[in-house]
């Protein structure tokens, strides 16, 4: 039987198919969930469509986390296409290439709320407009990095939004428990994405890993995809508030 029969899932976030959210919709769709998924804007959707082509998805929509009309129209759409529904997965990250490539301490204050507004508060404006749709028992989840909590070169400003994403869905799960819907994060090793190949110094890291995480090996989409399976079914019931690392162990290992 299919862990996710019946169940319906949103996925924000695939940029193409290397994109750790196409992974995990690919995952989510081989266990039986219907899904939807997001593109920023017209030059990307041409990159969506196909895809969701591929997995059947029951419908497609714009999404800018940085437009507050846009929160709006996803709830009405939503609601219009599915009603209720019982997964989000929330694959969203963007810093200004400066801001990665300069001195932390020249961030700037515009780099740092971008930053921050698209990689971290995009959950909370979500779960906000969102939380009339979800389902009883529901699976909320996201996906960070461990340079929230460790200092990672060339990862700065998107280290403190990733830290900001991580509070923000320990908050979220106290707030959204009492609906009996859980609000997890993902943090997943480096994986060759879009997004990853605008952080310096990335090469290195892969490296890195094969060499020294306990695993000697890097983690893949599928291997990030099975844990977002596991959050969004039934089988995390009593898992809320937590970060579920997916990173063959790096993150245990003292790299000096």
Same mark, same amino acid.
Request: net charge negative.
């Given at each position: ?15 193409? +198919? ?36 591929? =997995?059947?998805?029951?419908?497609? !929509? ?9 929160? +709006? ?11 209720? !529904? ?17 001195? !932390? ?6 780099? !740092? ?13 979500? $779960? ?7 389902? +009883? ?47 997890? $994060? ?52 009593? =898992?809320?508030?937590? =970060? ?8 245990? =290992?003292? $790299?000096?």
């Amino acid at each position: 039987m299919s862990l996710l029969a019946g169940k319906k899932a949103l996925v924000l976030g695939i940029a193409n +198919d290397r994109s750790i959210a196409w992974g995990i919709t690919k995952a989510l769709k081989a266990q039986g969930a219907q899904v939807a998924l997001s593109y920023l804007n017209e030059n990307l959707q041409k990159r969506v469509e196909p895809l969701a082509d591929e =997995v059947g998805a029951d419908f497609i !929509f714009e999404m800018d986390v940085t437009v507050d009309e846009h929160y +709006d129209q996803v709830k009405k759409i939503v609601e219009e296409k599915w009603g209720k !529904f019982d997964i989000l997965v929330h694959s969203l990250a963007f810093a200004d290439k400066n801001d990665l490539k300069a001195d !932390f301490s020249d961030t700037t204050r515009e780099g !740092f709320k971008m930053a921050c507004d698209i990689s971290a508060f995009s959950l909370v404006g979500l $779960c906000h407009h969102l939380k009339p749709l979800l389902n +009883d028992g529901a699976s909320v989840m996201a996906m960070t990095y461990h340079g929230s909590v460790q200092v990672v070169p060339g990862y700065n400003v998107m280290g403190v939004a990733k830290a900001a994403l991580e509070s923000s869905a320990r908050y979220l799960a106290e707030d959204l428990g009492r609906n009996n819907i859980r609000v997890n $994060c993902i943090s997943a090793g480096p994986i060759r994405t879009l997004a990853a190949s605008g952080v310096p110094g990335m090469r290195k890291m892969f490296d890195t890993i094969e060499e020294r995480a306990p695993l000697r090996k890097n983690v893949s989409q599928d291997d990030v995809a099975g844990s977002a399976v596991y959050l969004a079914s039934d089988l995390s019931n009593g =898992v809320t508030g937590q =970060v579920i690392y997916v990173d063959s162990g790096i993150s245990t =290992v003292a $790299c000096i």
